[in-house]
């Protein structure tokens, strides 16, 4: 079993910066991969970003486009998400998940075995 305490969030301008954590406890392990996906209201959920805990590779969804950064210190178990220039049209209920790394194209994505409480990020024009 794998626990996983989200933290940051919060409201902020356009253009604005936040910073999510996400802290593991239980049996994670460098095999699996963590990251963040997002619900908006009336809108289903899509893949934020995604990071392989053993050897650190990333991927992230399109929207991205450089804005978000993800990292991770396995010693913590735990993740970030850094987010700059932050639009609207990212105001969601982001969610930390951990869980197997699934194969995404080129890339590893997080099959979300495990979910976070959530964190509401609301951006203001």
């Known amino acids: 079993q794998v626990q996983l305490v989200e933290s940051g969030g919060g409201s902020v301008q356009a253009g604005g910066s936040l910073n999510l954590s996400c802290a593991a406890s239980?049996?994670?392990?460098?095999?699996?991969?963590m990251g963040w996906f997002r619900q908006a209201s009336g809108k289903e959920r899509e893949g934020v970003a995604h990071?392989?805990?053993?050897?650190?590779?990333?991927s992230y969804g399109d929207f991205v486009k450089g804005r978000f950064t993800i990292s991770r210190d396995f010693a913590k178990k735990s993740a970030y998400l850094q987010m700059t220039s932050l639009s609207p049209e990212d105001t969601a209920m982001y969610y930390c998940?951990?869980?197997?790394?699934?194969?995404?194209?080129?890339?590893?994505?997080?099959?979300?075995?495990?979910w976070s409480q959530g964190t509401q990020v609301t951006v203001s024009s």
């Open positions: 239980g049996a994670i392990g460098t095999s699996m991969c």
């Open positions: 990071i392989y805990i053993g050897g650190g590779s990333k």
């Open positions: 998940a951990a869980g197997a790394c699934i194969n995404c194209g080129n890339f590893y994505c997080t099959r979300p075995d495990y």
